[in-house]
């Protein structure tokens, strides 16, 4: 993909990040009539292996129904994975300790895959969104504000929101200090395709589950759940937005290695795939086989490393027109599945934000309060969410506590595996 030529003066919102929050502000914007271009560091859409699921609950689904066109969100509806199922906490043998059950319902929560939900997002937005571009700083005074990318070129914009992700360029100019702690605790992703020689590598008896098995070591678990798509993506697109494109992806289940930091060996890449997938198999060695089938059969290429922070409350914006959201702001370990849905909510109500804002003509202060009013409005659910998913990762990984040991032990032991072994 080439880059396109940067002749943008005075745009009414620079977004920088092409990850969900972004380009779901971008809709949003572009739904109400407001000039907004992003910019994305990648050298094109589908650039880097990110291809996991993602569970869409309420806020997801409410912030996509706001910003999207209603075909899109139709879209985004009709290719997902069906609403309901349970959740299940067993012991490394698949002993369950208990499990949470989900109705199916029209507007329940549900699986999409990151990807599609990406490309989806993309649709009309085209134009709008510029590869290859990474953002290094924001210049103020003299009226405009300047967005400057690594490269040397710049834009001036209205206004510049950051929305780069959890190791966001900007952040510690419009958030000084506002960096997330590290947790000291990380996950190994990968994914398997759901059919494999013509049989699912998932037993019949977890079918529609998300299974967090607790590992007999401190701090070691593994989770991993199905993304069977309603409707195949490609169809999907050709039926519904003939010609835009579309990530090529068929069932898979999603599967993550949860540990201390410590287990891993220094200097591995968050990208050394080979050397992931290996180690998450040495993991999971003490798993029941079904899990330990699961992760050898997966595709390699895909595996990656993340290191789980935890974001902290944020300060007033310290400079003006520019705000932060997301991941960004407010990084959270993946325990709960809140932190896209949080960025996706995050971008729904910026929008409402700036347009209102715009729509009564748009003064320097009037953003500044759009601004205010988003962050002092973004901070009780963003920090709840990240609250509860540090609680929970140091309930589920710590060494002690009662609550663990009737997790591991007692609970399991009142039940046989859910999947026989052999
Ligand atoms: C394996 C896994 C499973 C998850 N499951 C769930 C789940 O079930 N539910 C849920 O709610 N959340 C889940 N999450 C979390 C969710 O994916 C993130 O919270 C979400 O993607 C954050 O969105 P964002 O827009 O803030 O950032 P991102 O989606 O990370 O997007 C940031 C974008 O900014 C770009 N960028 C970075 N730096 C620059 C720069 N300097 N200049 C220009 N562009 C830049 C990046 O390339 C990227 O495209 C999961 C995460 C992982 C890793």
């Keep these: 993909m080439t880059r396109t030529n940067l002749n943008h003066t005075g745009t009414s ?6 990850g969900l929050s972004g380009l779901c502000l971008a809709q949003y914007l572009r739904r109400n ?7 994305e560091r990648d050298a094109a859409p589908f650039a880097r292996p990110q291809g996991y ?11 996509l129904r706001e910003s999207l066109p209603a075909h899109l969100y139709d879209l985004a509806v009709a290719v997902a994975g069906r609403s309901g199922g349970y959740f299940r906490f067993t012991n490394q043998h698949l002993r369950e300790a208990f499990k949470l059950t989900f109705e199916e319902t029209e507007d329940g929560e549900r699986q ?33 504000t300047r967005l400057r990318f690594e490269d040397g070129a710049s834009v001036t914009a209205r206004v510049v929101i950051a929305a780069d992700g959890i190791g966001s360029a ?37 079918d529609r589950s998300g299974v967090l098995s607790l590992g007999g070591r401190s701090g070691r678990a ?6 069977e798509f309603s409707q195949d993506p490609k169809a999907a697109f050709a039926e519904r937005v003939p010609g835009a494109p579309v990530v090529d992806v068929g069932d898979y289940v999603m599967w993550g290695v949860v540990m201390p930091q410590s287990d891993i060996p220094a200097g591995t890449a968050w990208n050394d795939a080979p050397a992931l997938h290996r180690l ?13 089938r699961l992760i050898s059969a997966a595709d390699p290429e895909a595996t990656i490393l993340s290191h789980f922070a935890v974001g902290r409350r944020p300060e007033p914006w310290a400079i003006p027109n520019a705000a932060v959201m997301g991941d960004a702001v407010h990084a959270m370990p993946p325990f709960g599945a809140h932190g896209g849905n949080t960025a996706l909510r995050d971008a729904s109500l910026l929008g ?5 804002a715009y729509e009564t003509g748009g003064s320097p202060s009037a953003i500044d309060d759009a601004l205010a009013a988003y962050r002092d409005e973004m901070i009780p659910y963003a920090f709840k969410a990240v609250d509860m998913a540090e609680g929970m990762m140091r309930r589920l990984t710590g060494s002690k506590g009662v609550q663990k040991w009737v997790m591991l032990k007692l609970l399991p032991s009142l039940h046989r595996p859910l999947v026989p072994t052999g």
């Design 222 to 227: 593994v989770f991993f759940t199905a993304m």
């Design 13 to 18: 919102v620079a977004i920088v990040g092409a």
């Design 280 to 292: 998450a198999e040495a993991i999971a060695a003490d798993y029941h086989p079904a899990v330990r």
């Design 33 to 39: 009539g407001i000039d907004a271009q992003v910019y």
């Design 352 to 356: 409402a934000k700036l347009v209102a």
């Design 170 to 206: 900007l952040r510690d100019q419009i958030l000084p200090g506002g960096g997330p702690a590290d947790s000291g605790v990380a996950g190994i992703y990968g994914r398997t395709p759901l059919v494999q020689g013509g049989s699912r590598v998932l037993p019949a008896e977890l």
């Design 53 to 63: 699921r993602i569970t869409v609950d309420a806020d997801g689904l409410g912030a």
């Design 112 to 144: 999409m895959d990151r990807q599609v939900l990406r490309s989806i997002l993309l649709v009309g937005l085209e134009d709008r969104v510029h590869y290859g571009r990474k953002a290094a700083a924001i210049e103020t005074g003299s009226g405009a």
